[in-house]
């Protein structure tokens, strides 16, 4: 009798996997599992707590490691993002939204980026301010127009 695969599910990293993008200390991130899933975490931890959330069934790193500071520009730079297709509040009644795939587009041109760089959850703190600096730009001159009219 044959054994039966799973077609889908690939096989978990072993624990103790190192990721492949070095900690921002320097230092390597360690697959690690906890009662949330499995993550990626500092190996200088506690004295480093950087973080990295692992994709649960194949233990591949979601993003590059990120301290608390990093994690909460990632999450402001998102909601600033997500306002370009319309999500989200304080968007100018004159401001169509875009496609998402338009907005990642406008987001790389504006940011120099290529289409494997631009995920917010591989920005730098610096690169997420960037991100709500150039939509708060772009919704600025929206109300610039509408206020003209
Ligand atoms: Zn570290």
């Given at each position: 009798m044959a054994l039966v695969e799973d077609p889908v599910a690939e096989?978990?990293?072993p624990l103790g996997t190192i990721c492949e993008h070095p900690c921002l200390c320097g230092g390597a991130m360690q697959l690690r599992d906890s009662k949330?899933?499995?993550?990626?975490?500092?190996?200088?931890?506690?004295?480093?707590?950087?973080?990295v959330g692992a994709h649960q069934a194949t233990g591949r790193p979601?993003?590059?490691p990120a301290d608390k500071e990093t994690k909460?520009?990632?999450?402001?730079?998102?909601?600033?993002?997500?306002?370009?297709?319309g999500k989200g509040?304080?968007?100018?009644?004159?401001f169509e939204p875009m496609r998402r795939g338009q907005a990642y587009a406008w987001l790389r041109h504006r940011m120099n980026l290529g289409k494997d760089e631009c995920h917010i959850g591989l920005f730098s703190k610096v690169q997420c301010d960037l991100v709500g600096e150039?939509?708060?730009?772009?919704?600025?001159?929206?109300?610039?127009?509408q206020e003209k009219r």
């Open positions: 096989p978990c990293l949330y899933g499995l993550f990626y975490g500092c190996a200088s931890f506690p004295n480093c707590e950087a973080t979601l993003g590059t909460q520009a990632r999450i402001d730079a998102h909601e600033w993002f997500d306002k370009l297709w509040e304080g968007i100018p009644e004159s150039l939509v708060r730009s772009k919704l600025a001159r929206m109300q610039d127009r």
